[in-house]
């Protein structure tokens, strides 16, 4: 251990995981660009440099893109990318309330005690965490996702109804373009730039970012002043609110994102609805979500960073990639002539130790550029609405176009970004659709492949289910869920349709 740790406290090694971190960050922040894009560009840069340092600049780049996302999410109303959808839901508003910077602060705090939990699962808990990953396979994967749908109701906000057609329009969106199981092309209306489906970031950018800019643009006198506050007094304050105020919360929601970290596949995007929809349902006062609540931001920041490790768990101790990130780590580790798996603790401990380490002071320095960056991130709302909301549309198509080269992408931005206005215009949320678009497929997949297993087997679907047992426990999970959509449908209906702010 203590080898270990001279190896990362070494010069090489503290460049390479501070440039990462860095890096992560700022391609965190821009609408449109993420964790894997950055990855995938800093990869060709590893191959010459010794496998740890490589290794630590795309965990920090991993582990700060993470945090990045909800820079650019509370300040702008544009997440840097899908999994800071849930933080943008409370940060905006809290930024539009003269509170950006304690949103900014309630991030980063979150997401680096919950990115330290992960860090300390990935060391103690990798080998039986990696077990439980092992028992994952289509039944559960759709249990997991249907379990996050029907989080919607809890998402809905004032109107039910609403709710579940945005949410029921973001699944019809993810069954666009071709057959999951059959490979046949299906809703495209004979468009080839259908085919693929409709991305993610498009649809984010759109609802979100672009949006918000029409609504500015159309209504300026809806701009309000961002007041600054000490920073410096409110570390602490808000470190303590974190560990007392909002500590379970905080536990809870760091515990489900590196649970479903863990799982291959599953994605933090899941792992950060999940967690503030429990939040939410939770919460003793479930008005104030929606308004600027900091619960909010808590719940899916430290669901967010806490399953960058848990990804990483069965990365190492399967082989298995637990995200699209960890499969372009996962290319960087054989070109380096280390191959993950069960033998990997066996044949490469040192480097093993080394990299879980190295991964503690990747937050440490997302901990401390979050904080000495602080001030020069707010900066940005002393720029004038004329120059700095074009700025912004040229971002988010930037980041638009970034996914596939493809203007059809930018086109899509830009209707999205309409149907956010109509959406706003009609109190319609729009978390349920981005929920719908990114469970949607999961859920489709593992129910279709749980379907062709039973055939297989010769049983049927509920005797399938009914004799796995992790299936068991998700099967309670989501009658919980439904049991609390339901209490909020109930209380609803029985107040016209309307809940009480």
Known sequence: MMDAMFAVLAPGTLL????????????????????????????????????????????????GSSFGGSISAILLNAPGTEVAAATALEGYPMMRAGRGDEALMYALLASAYGGFLGVLAMIFCTPPLARVALSFGPPEMALLAISGLAIIGMLAGKDVWLGLAAGCFGVLLSTVGQDIMLGQTRNTFG?????GGISLVPVLVGLFAVSEIIVQYLSPSQAQAHKMTSVGSTFWQITRNIFTTHRWVFGKSSLIGIVIGIMPGAGAAIATFIAYG?????????????????EGIVAAESANNSSVCGALVPLLALGIPGSTTCAIMYGALT?????????????????VITFMTGMALTVAFMLLIGYFGLRLFTLVLKIPSRVLMPCILILCFLGSFSISNSMFDVGLSMLFGIVGVLFKLTKIPVAPVVLGLILGPIAEE???????????????????????????ILCAVLLLVCYASYRSFKKTAAMGGKVDE
């Open 335 to 351: 070109l380096h002539g280390i191959i993950p798996g069960p033998r990997l603790m066996q044949t490469s401990s040192d480097f």
């Open 278 to 294: 429990e939040a939410r349902r939770s919460s003793k006062q479930p008005e104030l979500y929606g308004n600027g609540h900091p």
């Open 16 to 63: 390479s995981t501070f440039a990462g971190t860095l890096i992560g960050v700022v391609i965190g922040m821009l609408p449109g660009l993420n964790g894997p894009i950055g990855v995938a560009l800093l990869l060709p840069f590893t191959f010459s440099m010794d496998v740890v340092n490589a290794l630590l600049l795309l965990g920090g780049l991993y582990m």
């Open 446 to 472: 593992g129910v279709r492949q749980s379907m062709a297993m039973a055939k297989a087997q010769g049983v049927s679907l509920a005797h399938l289910v009914m004799g796995r047992p992790i299936s068991l």
């Open 191 to 195: 468009s080839l730039d259908l085919e």
